[in-house]
């Protein structure tokens, strides 16, 4: 099976300015999880999308928000970029079980 | 408040040698506890996991302990290979809202020497 995609790999944008990330998950997994991982911060916890549906939400303001669609493919919107906000941005998918399996990440530089 | 805990940020041992990588938790509700390493410019892999109604599980090279009453956890390499160089994070979860979203550890950066 092909495993996470996530694209872009790579995206440079300036404050103020708002951004898409897309991944697809593997094959048969309906559930689509959203990370930031900052230098020293671990793997910050977004959302967690499920057929379609937001099931978890992290503690993030509200400029970040997400979609999955029918397909599982999922979406996640940074609005308003800040200075902040640049990060590895990390999907995950699962098969109703503990274990994520995750895509390579987009790496966002916000300038 | 930091629900899983790694207070070591990186570890370096020698090639052939054991590393030990450890994991503090505070939420008695995590049941399953996994490990998961990355390499740089990658997303994490999953390494290992234990459930909280074992103390042990072993994976060829790497075996994982998890002490429940001390709420502490610890990945075992033996013997450790230049390869395992990466950085390791600790993750512990609990059922939410019908998923299990695993909480993730700041991470330990592990350096094997040839």
């Known amino acids: 099976k092909a495993g996470v995609t996530q694209t872009p790999r790579y995206l440079i944008k300036t404050r103020g300015q708002q951004v898409t990330l897309s991944c697809s998950p593997i094959?048969?997994?309906?559930?689509v999880s959203w990370y930031q991982q900052t230098p020293g911060q671990g793997l910050q916890f977004l959302f967690e999308?499920?057929?379609?549906?937001?099931?978890n939400k992290g503690n993030f303001p509200g400029r970040f928000s997400g979609r999955q669609f029918s397909n599982s493919r999922s979406e996640m919107n940074v609005s308003t970029l800040e200075l902040g906000d640049s990060a590895l941005y990390l999907c995950a998918s699962n098969f109703d079980t503990d274990t994520q399996y995750f895509g390579p990440g987009t790496r966002l530089t916000v300038l | 408040d930091q629900q899983v805990k790694q207070n070591s940020p990186s570890l370096s041992v020698q090639e052939g040698r054991i590393s030990i990588l450890n994991c503090d938790y505070t939420n008695s509700m995590f049941d399953y506890f996994l490990w998961y390493k990355k390499y740089p410019a990658e997303g994490p892999t999953f390494l290992i996991s234990i459930s909280s109604i074992k103390d042990k599980n072993e994976d060829g090279r790497f075996t994982v302990f998890l002490n429940k009453s001390a709420k502490h956890l610890s990945l075992h390499i033996v013997p450790s290979q230049p390869g395992d160089s990466a950085v390791y994070f600790c993750a512990a979860s609990a059922p939410t809202g019908g998923s299990y979203i695993p909480t993730f550890g700041r991470g330990t950066s592990l350096i094997v020497h040839p």
């Open positions: 999308y499920f057929s379609e549906t937001q099931r």
């Open positions: 094959s048969g997994h309906r559930s």
